[in-house]
């Protein structure tokens, strides 16, 4: 069976089509339209999908997408995001993605994603029984937290956001991307 993967980024919308045993058979990447907003990044994101799709000589079974923010994966859609993709808040995914394209589709955080990638095909897949702490770094400081190999979402979908843990409650504490004081999200931005 084969997949298309997207992973809509700050920077880039990468996609590629994939096997169920993990295997890229085709990539396709463009420059995220990240001045025009929420709407053009979707766009961009699906024409990418769409590229794939139509160059594909095998049928493609259902699409996968990873994107920054709080995604409410019952959804399908941007619960929470920051400014660092404007206008991305409330973009319903998953039903834009399977409207357009007429296939199934389902979309989760990015990290959350690659934790459970790392999980399926990576070094995590030797962990017993799933449970993983995952921690990126790159712009800003992402995370994720598997349990039995199942992404803890959490109350609000941020259930693995270390970012956002609060590391000085100084009044002078600088402020970051989202608008928090004092987080480890703003040291790694700071260093950056």
């Not at 000085?168 to 600088?174: G, I, K, L, T």
Request: charge should be negative.
């Amino acid at each position: 069976m084969y997949y298309v993967g997207i992973d809509i980024g700050g920077t880039k919308i990468a996609g590629g089509i994939v096997t169920q045993d993990g295997e890229i058979i085709a990539r396709e990447e463009r420059p995220t339209p990240i001045q025009e907003g929420g709407p053009s990044i979707l766009q961009c994101a699906i024409e990418v999908a769409r590229a794939l799709v139509n160059s594909s000589p095998h049928a493609i079974h259902a699409i996968g997408v990873g994107a920054g923010g709080q995604i409410d994966t019952s959804h399908g859609l941007v619960y929470s995001a920051t400014d660092v993709i404007p206008g991305w808040k409330g973009i319903g995914i998953t039903e834009s993605f399977s409207k357009a394209l007429g296939l199934p589709s389902a979309v989760d955080n990015d990290v959350n994603v690659l934790a459970l990638a790392e999980n399926r095909f990576g070094a995590a897949r030797q962990v017993p029984k799933g449970t993983v702490v995952f921690l990126a770094l790159g712009t800003g400081v992402g995370g994720a937290l598997l349990s039995n190999g199942v992404v803890h979402h959490g109350a609000h979908w941020s259930g693995g956001e270390f970012g956002h843990i609060l590391l000085s409650m100084e009044p002078n504490a600088r402020k970051d991307t989202g608008g928090a004081k004092g987080t480890l999200r703003l040291t790694a931005v700071d260093r950056g």
